[in-house]
Nanobody
Framework: VQLVESGGGLVQAGGSLRLSCAAS????????IAWFRQAPGKEREVVSC????????YYADPVKGRFTIFKDNPKTTVYLQMNSLKSEDTAVYYC????????????????????WGQGTRVTVSS
């Protein structure tokens, strides 16, 4: 499975960005997808995830009500719509995929993932 992120950039606080994660490879539709982020000097954290079916999603508390994760119809691209961005959202955002259905209502239920993208940088200026 290959994951390619895009959509990062520089935005003012209060603005919006949409990140994309294009997934390809065998049985890619069977993988749960998550967005992680890592800010300078901080540990990587899960931001949001979506189950392969698209029926289950999860949002970390800091982004609830501001970020939305969704898939396109062929389910090969996962998007993260980020609204009302804050300076604390500044980080490198990574797309990740895992085949063991780790996306649940309470979070990403494994440590890490099977596959990772290269990351896309988001910088929010205050």
């Amino acid at each position: 499975v290959q994951l390619v992120e895009s959509g990062g950039g520089l935005v003012q606080a209060g603005g919006s960005l949409r990140l994309s994660c294009a997934a390809s490879g065998n049985d890619v539709d069977d993988y749960d997808i998550a967005w992680f982020r890592q800010a300078p000097g901080k540990e990587r954290e899960v931001v949001s995830c979506i189950a392969s079916s698209g029926q289950t999603t999860y949002y970390a508390d800091p982004v609830k009500g501001r970020f939305t994760i969704f898939k396109d119809n062929p389910k090969t691209t996962v998007y993260l719509q980020m609204n009302s961005l804050k300076s604390e959202d500044t980080a490198v955002y990574y797309c990740a995929a895992d085949g063991f259905d780790p996306c649940g209502n309470s979070g990403w239920e494994v440590d890490g993932a099977d596959y990772w993208g290269q990351g896309t940088r988001v910088t929010v200026s205050s």
